[in-house]
Antibody, heavy 119, light 108 residues
């Protein structure tokens, strides 16, 4: 049974750095073909893909946010960490992590965590 | 970068009717790596269809996907009350694996 759960601050100030952790179970991020991605959704708006890390440490980023994002994995802890620098109120959103397979896209999702950016 | 355009933006139908949702890509989607997700208020998205036409685990057979290249369709053959939600398509054949802007399926 695959599960994922996001954790991190619910409130950050403008210009601060956001660090989110995705803790998962039911799969290994050292298995060929497996990845974990981050997707966000501002209130009332569409899904936006942010970043993806694969079992072989290949990393992909949204071109529009690439300069602000870093994704890393800790296979021994079953965790993936996303950092986003220079947060702005427009970054207020629910942030999801999700299990990814090349063949099946994002097939398992965490419940999401709402991050508000405000002074 | 492939841009996905979903239509219509909102679809108003009644339970029992057939729903047809469209997703058009700005370039051909590699190997038909096109997925559909359903999202209900306050919930995470749920994978319905992957590979353009394969149903994910546990998805009822009233949901079907079709298409290739740049034009894809999600069909719900007979709407149940629980099907009214927002639907997103996503291409994952090339990076960035972006989503469409969504189609809201509402009760008429």
């Amino acid at each position: 049974q695959i599960t994922l759960k996001e954790s991190g601050p619910t409130l950050v100030k403008p210009t601060q750095t956001l660090t989110l952790t995705c803790t998962f179970s039911g799969f290994s991020l050292s298995t060929s073909g497996v990845g974990v991605g981050w997707i966000r959704q501002p209130p009332g708006k569409a899904l936006e893909w942010l970043a993806l890390i694969y079992w072989d440490d290949d990393k992909r980023y949204s071109p529009s946010l690439k300069s602000r994002l870093t994704i890393t994995k800790d296979t021994s802890k079953n965790q993936v960490v996303l950092t986003m620098t220079n947060m702005d109120p427009v970054d207020t959103a629910t942030y999801y992590c999700a299990h990814h397979l090349w063949q099946k896209a994002f097939d398992y999702w965490g419940q999401g965590t709402l991050v508000t950016v405000s002074s | 970068e492939i841009v996905l355009t979903q239509s219509p933006g909102t679809l108003s139908l009644s339970p029992g009717e057939r729903a047809t949702l469209s997703c058009r890509a700005s370039q051909s989607v590699s190997s038909s790596y096109l997925a559909w997700y359903q999202q209900k208020p306050g919930q995470a998205p749920r994978l319905l269809i992957y590979g353009a036409s394969s149903r994910a685990t546990g998805i009822p057979d009233r949901f079907s996907g079709s298409g290739s290249g740049t034009d894809f369709t999600l069909t719900i053959s007979r709407l149940e009350p629980e099907d009214f939600a927002v639907y997103y398509c996503q291409q994952y054949g090339s990076s960035p694996p972006d989503f469409g802007q969504g189609t809201r399926l509402e009760i008429k």
